[in-house]
């Protein structure tokens, strides 16, 4: 079947601008996660969601950024006013069950924005 | 925050060579895991550990969840080119859902 799809796969926006990234989690899986990846680094957690149960915002850098997660599938990722340092992979994941301890996140592809 | 130090940060080794890399993290966890991450592409689960002690292999792939819980270590036997890619460990502690990653190890094979 399908794998978690993102969209766009790469996005250039000028500073000050507002960008929307899309996830497409895989069919069946209730947990929904952001992620961020800098340049040579590791992936950084921005926030996750279950279900219909509130969001883990726990992760967001400010409060520029934003997400939702309509009908408990497709999520979209808000960054408002961007600033340069917000250039990065931008990966969503997903998984089945949250309350399995053994659950597996899958990973898409990212979405790479460069703020000029 | 939880932090997890990840070495070497990059490896260059000849085709048919073994390598190992490592993570040690600053607090316990419950869950060790080991990406693999291709040019263009999210990370791919190689192996999962659950338990303390535990040791698993997936192919040429082994993996240990250290005994303290706070370290992990990644061995490939017998290197291959397309063993080439950017490999991460992460680790989930207490009832955290969300993965906390190293920073990879740039793994080079050369003929």
């Known amino acids: 079947g399908a794998g978690v799809s993102q969209s766009p796969s790469n996005k250039v926006t000028e500073k000050g601008k507002d960008v929307e990234l899309r996830c497409d989690p895989i069919s069946g899986h209730t947990a929904l996660y952001w992620y961020r990846q800098s340049l040579g680094q590791g992936l950084e957690f921005l926030i996750y969601f279950q279900g219909n149960s509130a969001p883990d915002k726990s992760g967001l850098p400010s409060d520029r950024f934003s997400a939702e997660r309509t009908g408990g599938s497709v999520s979209t990722l808000t960054i408002q006013r961007t600033q340069q340092e917000d250039s990065a992979v931008y990966l969503c994941?997903?998984?089945?069950?949250?309350?399995?301890?053994?659950?597996?996140?899958?990973f898409g592809p990212g979405t790479r924005l460069l703020v000029l | 925050g939880q932090q997890l130090n990840q070495s070497p940060q990059s490896m260059f080794i000849q085709e048919g060579e073994d390598v190992s890399m490592n993570c040690t993290s600053s607090s316990i966890f419950n869950t060790w895991l080991w990406y693999k991450q291709d040019p263009g592409e999210g990370p791919v689960l190689l192996i999962a550990l659950y338990k303390a002690g535990e040791l698993t292999s997936n192919g040429r792939l082994t993996a240990q969840f250290g005994i303290t819980r706070k370290d992990s270590f990644l061995n490939i036997s017998a290197s291959i080119p397309s063993d080439v890619g950017i490999y991460f460990c992460a680790g989930r502690s207490g009832s955290a859902r969300q993965l906390t990653f190293g920073s990879g190890t740039q793994l080079t094979v050369l003929p």
């Open positions: 994941a997903s998984s089945l069950d949250r309350f399995r301890l053994q659950e597996t996140q899958y």
